[in-house]
C-alpha cells in the first residue's frame, strides 16, 4: 500500500460543490467485484443469495472490476494472490471501498503462520473489517452497511480497548506460565511398515501374490491395516516394482506421492500410494510403495508419470515442496502451487513462526508478513512461444474473472476451440500441510476442516477417522449414525453449492437461487445441530461433541420431505431446461480409460462407469445399514456428471431419512467413546469443558496411516505419519478430491469450444481452497 | 421574416397534440408571450414525438426505472426481494437514480491499450444512434416523422446497432472484448436475415410500410394474423438485444462482459442503459407491427371516462404500456434460460429461426393471395 491511500477515497467524496450527491449515489450503489478469494466466499454467496438478499442494500453483485467500486476480500490473501488483489484494485475506477471479511483476512485466522499468508490491509486499503470464520452472512451485511455510513461520513468504531489492571497478589500470581504444550521427539525414528496384526484374510493372500510377483525386487512387504499393505523397495528397483505392481496387481491409478524427509537420518522416504479401479476385490486397498534416498542439496527420483498419469500433479506438488526433481515429469521448471519466492516450505528446516502462550511487551503479536516483490505473474514463456508457432490465441481465465474461480487456467485457443488448458492452481494454498505438523493432533480438526467449508464434515469427519483407526478406537453406535447423518447434509449441501455455481456458469441466476434457498435450509438444520454454519468441527476422535436433541432430528427428518418440493422447482427450471441439456449433453467426454488414466475420484469416477463408491467397497459409520444404491452412469459428460450427483442426493437423502428414523429409535446413551477419553469418562456425553484435558496429549502410535473418506466430491485421503513420541504428527498428507480430479477437467476440455469450458468446469463441482488445501 | 414566423406558427397550430385535460392550464399560458409559443411548439405533434413520447422524455423515464423494474421482477422469482432499503416505502424506486449518480462521479478509466478517442466517442454516439429509430414510431397518433418508408428506414437504423457495439469492443483492445466482438458480429449475422424476413411477411400483408396506417389496419392485431412471424420477430428482438439465452456476446462467467469488459465510470453507464434503450426500440416496433400500437381496446366506464379526457395521450399511453409488457417479457427471460453456446445460437439463427421467418412469410402470401385479408 502506498502513502496517504487509506483514506483516499473517503476523501474524494467529501470534496467538491456535488459532494452530498456523489456520497448518496456511492453509498446506495455499492457494486461489490466478484472477486472470490478463499472458503468465506462461500457465506459471501449465501450473503447474495435469496435467503438473506444483499441486493436489497443496492449492491448487486458485478463480476468486473472496471465497473465495480467495492471489494470484499473474502479470507485468506495467499501470496500468490496478494499480487491479483493489487491489480484488480488499480483496475477500479474510483472511489471504491474495501471491505475485509473473515479472520483470516485480518491476521490469517486459523492460517495465522502459513507462509503464504499475506494480510490484505497492508496491499489495499480497507475500509471495515468483518470478523468470523467463516463470517456469516448477517454480519457481512453489516459490514456493507458500515461502509455506507462511513461514506455518509459518520465515524464507526464498533470495538473499543479498555486497558485494565490486573489485581496483583492472591491467586494470580501462584499460577505457573504455561509452555508451550507441544512435544517435538528431537530424533524421532521414521517407519512406514509397522507391522500391524489384524483379521483379514484375503491380505494374506495378497501378501504372498505380490511376494510371487515381485520376487527378488522388494525389501519387505507389510500388512499395516486392514486393506494397506505396504513394500519397501530399493530405489534402483523402485521403477520395476511399480512397473510389475500395474501389470500384475492392476493397479491402474496413484492415490497419494508423499515425501517424508528425516533429516537426523540424511534421508527422504519417497512414497506412492496406488490402487485399483479395475479389480473390484482390489478396490478399498491400498498398496503403499516407498524407498528411501539420500538428503542431497538436489534430490532426483525417477517420475511416475509414465506409468499412472494419474501421479503427475501430484509429484508437481512435492517438487514445490521439497525441491525433489522427478526426472521424467515435464512440469519440473518453475513452480505450480507456491508463489515464486517460496521455496521447499515442507523440508524440516523450513520454520514457521511459533505459537506463543506469554507474549513479550515489545515483540508484535504476529511478525510483520513481506509482500511479494513484484504485482506480476506471468505467463510461462513456452506456451506463449509454442501458441505464437501455431497462431493460437493465449487467454488467462482469472484468478479474477466471474466464471473462474479462485485458481487461473491458461487456455490456448484456435479459433474458438481449446488446443490446451494449463491450470494455474495455488491461489488458495494455505499450507495445511506444514502447518498441520505444528499443531497438536486435535488443533487440526478445525484446520482441516477449513479444507472445504462447503462439504465440512466430511473432510472432518476424514481426519477424525484417520487417528480413530490408528488408536483403534470403537465409536459408540449412536455417534456412529449421527455422523452418517451429518455427512449426508454435508453431501447434499456441497452438491447444491456446485449446483448454484454451476447455473451461474451457464448464466442461469434463478437455478443459482433455488439451488441456494436448498442449502440455506441444510445449514439451518447444521447450526441447530452444531451451533454452526459452516465450521462446527463436530466431529472428534470417538464420536462426536455431544448428543442432538429430538427436536432437531425431527427438523432434520422434516426437512428430507421438504427439500424434496423445492427440488422439483429446481428440477424444472434448472434440470429439465433444454438450453441446459443442450449445453450439457456429450460436452466433455471422458471414457472409463481416461478416468482412471486421470485418477478421477467420486461421482465423477461413478459418471465414467466406474462403480467405486468408499462408502459401499469399505464401508464405515453406519453405512453398511442401510438401504441405499450406489449410482453409477456410462455417458461421461457433462449431463452424465451432474444427473449422476443429482441421483446420488436422492439417495442421500433417503439415507438420511433412514438414520433419522432410527436414531429416534434409539435410547441416548454416551456419544464419545470412553477408550478414547481415558480418565475423562464422564465427558462422554458432552465433551463441554473436557476437550483439550481428553485430547491435548494425543499422540498416534508409530506407523502411517491411511484412511480413505467419501466425501461429496470424492475421495479424500489423509495419510498421518506419526512417530510414537510426539503430540504432534510427524507428517500430515491430505489428498483432496478437487486435487484428483483437476487432470480431469483439462482432460475433458481438450478439444471442445470455449464456452464449454465452464459446461465441463462447472460439472466437476471444483472448489478451489479444497484443491489447493 | 415575420411572415415565416407566422406561418410556423400557424402550421405547428395546426397539427398540435391535444389533451383536453390540460386544456385550461394550457389556454392560460398560451396568452403569455413567448410561453405560449414554446408551449406551441412543444405540443407541435413532431416535436412531442420526439422529445416527450415516445421520444427522449418516455425514453428517459423508462431507462431510469425499467431496470429497476426488472431488477424487482427477477427478485421475485428467485424468491428474493430486489434493491429495496433506498426508500424502503417505495420499494428502492429510485435505485437506478443512485446507480446512475454514482456511475456519473465515477473516474473513467482509458487504459493504456485501448484507441482513446474511440474508446470515449462511441458509447455517447451509440447512445445517441440507438434512440433514432424511436422518430418513426407512433404512440397513438404521436409520430415524429410521417413516412411510407418508416420500417424500411428504421430497420436501416436498428442494423445500424451491432456496428456500434463492434466499435465499443474494438476500441477496447482486450482480450475479452476481442471475443466477445467476434461473438456479436457472429450473432448479428445470424438473426438479422429472419429478423427482416419476419418484419417483410407483415409489410406484405398490410400492405404498406408506412407504421400509422399499419396501426390503423389492425382491426385484428398482427400477432393473431401471423403468430409465426410474431415469434420469429421475438426471438430476433431477444438475440438483437443479447438477452439470455441468447446472451452469448456479453456471457458473462464466459468472456467477462465482452465488449464492454473495459468501460467504466459514465461511459459504461451509457452502455448499461444502451441495451435497454435497444429493448426499447424493439419492444415498439413490436407493439406497432403485432400489437396494434396504440390502439386502445374498449373497457366500459374507464375509455369513456379517460378517452375525452386524454386525448391523444389516451393513445399514447396504451402504446407505452404494451411496450413495457413486451420488454417485461424480454427480460424475464433471463430467469428462465440458461445461455446457449455461440455455435447452438448460430445454427437456431440460421436454422430454425431462418425457418420459422420463411414459414411466416409464406403464411402472409397465402393470406393476401387467398384473399383471406383484403387490404
Ligand atoms: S479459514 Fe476460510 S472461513 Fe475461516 S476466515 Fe479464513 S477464509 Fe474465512
Known sequence: MEEGEQDRNIRILHSGVFSPLRRWGAKWSLWPCHFVTSCCGVELAHAFACGFDGERLGTLNMGISRQANFIIVEGTITRKMARALRIVWEQMPDPKFVNVIGACGQRGGIFWNSYNITRPSEIVPVDFFVPGCPITPESLLRGVRAVQEKIEGKERTTIKFNKVELPSGGELEERTVPTTPKLFAPTPEIKLDVKRSVDWDFGKELKDLLRKGLKGLYESITITDVNRIAIRATQEKFMEVAQRLKDIMKMDHVKNVNVIEVPHERKYVMEYMVSSYSVDELMPVIISLFTEIGREAEPEFPSLTSLWESANYSEREMHDFFGIEYKGNKGMNGKFLLPPEVDTPLRKDFKIEEEQYVFDEEAPITTPIKLPPDLVMPVPEETLEAAEENDEMVACIGPHHPGSGHLRWIMRLKGDAIVEIIPDPGYVHRSMEKLAENRLYIQNVPLFERANISDPFNMNLGYVRTIENALKIEVPERAKYIRTIMAELSRIGAFFYDCGIYSLFMGHSTGFMYAWAIREMILEAVVRMTGSRCTPSFIIPGGIRRDISDYVLDMTDNFTSAVHKRLKKYEDIFIYNPVFVARTKGVGVLTREDAIRCGLVGPFLRASGIDYDIRKVAPYEAYDKFDWEVTTGDAGDCLGRFMGRYEETKQSLSILKQAVDVVKEMPRGAVISEEALGEYKEASRDIKGHLYHAYGNLVLPKGEWTTVTESARGTVLYSIISDGESNVPYRVRIITPCWMNLRGIIEASKGERVADFWAIYGSFGYFPPEADR | ?375
Open chain 2, 1 to 375: 421574416m415575420m411572415e415565416l414566423i407566422n406561418t410556423l406558427i400557424s402550421t405547428m397550430m395546426s397539427n398540435q397534440v391535444s389533451i383536453p385535460l390540460a386544456e385550461p392550464i394550457l389556454e392560460l399560458l398560451r396568452d403569455i408571450p413567448l410561453v405560449g409559443e414554446m408551449i406551441a411548439l412543444i405540443l407541435w405533434r413532431p416535436i412531442f414525438a420526439a422529445l416527450i413520447c415516445p421520444g427522449l422524455t418516455v425514453g428517459g423515464i423508462l431507462l431510469l426505472f425499467f431496470p429497476w423494474i426488472e431488477r424487482k421482477l427477477c427478485g421475485r422469482i428467485q424468491w428474493r426481494v430486489g434493491p429495496h432499503e433506498i426508500v424502503w416505502w417505495l420499494g428502492g424506486l429510485i435505485q437506478i437514480l443512485a446507480d446512475t449518480l454514482r456511475f456519473l462521479f465515477q473516474e473513467v478509466i482509458v487504459h493504456k491499450d485501448a484507441h482513446k478517442h474511440y474508446f470515449l466517442q462511441f458509447p455517447f454516439l451509440s447512445f445517441i444512434a440507438f434512440l433514432l429509430p424511436l422518430l418513426f414510431i407512433p404512440a397513438g397518433n404521436i409520430v415524429a416523422i410521417e413516412s411510407p418508408y418508416a420500417i424500411q428506414i428504421m430497420l436501416a437504423l436498428i442494423c445500424l446497432f451491432p456496428v456500434f457495439i463492434l466499435g465499443l469492443g474494438w476500441a477496447s483492445n482486450s482480450r475479452f472484448s476481442f471475443i466477445g466482438t467476434v461473438r456479436e458480429a457472429f450473432m448479428y449475422f445470424a438473426y438479422e436475415v429472419s429478423f427482416i424476413i419476419a418484419i417483410l411477411a407483415m409489410i406484405v400483408l398490410y400492405g404498406t410500410s408506412d407504421m400509422v396506417s399499419i396501426v390503423d389496419k389492425q382491426s385484428i392485431w398482427g400477432i393473431a394474423l401471423n403468430p409465426i412471424a410474431a415469434l420469429a420477430f421475438f426471438i430476433a428482438a431477444a438475440m438483437a438485444t443479447s438477452r439470455l439465452p441468447f446472451e452469448i456476446a456479453e456471457a458473462d462467467q464466459e468472456v467477462a462482459a465482452g465488449p464492454h469488459v473495459e468501460y467504466s465510470g459514465i461511459a459504461f453507464g451509457l452502455i448499461y442503459v444502451m441495451c435497454y434503450e435497444k429493448a426499447y426500440v424493439l419492444s415498439g416496433l413490436m407493439t406497432v407491427l403485432f400489437l396494434g400500437g396504440g390502439s386502445a381496446p374498449y373497457i366500459p366506464v374507464i375509455t369513456d371516462l379517460l378517452a375525452p379526457l386524454l386525448g391523444d395521450l389516451w393513445g399514447a399511453m396504451w402504446f407505452v404500456l404494451k411496450t413495457i409488457i413486451v420488454m417485461t417479457t424480454l427480460f424475464v427471460l433471463r430467469t428462465i434460460y440458461p445461455r446457449y453456446r455461440l455455435d447452438q445460437g448460430l445454427s437456431i439463427g440460421w436454422g430454425a429461426m431462418l425457418g420459422l421467418s420463411v414459414i411466416a412469410l409464406a403464411l402472409s402470401l397465402a393470406l393476401v393471395a387467398g384473399g383471406v385479408i383484403v387490404i
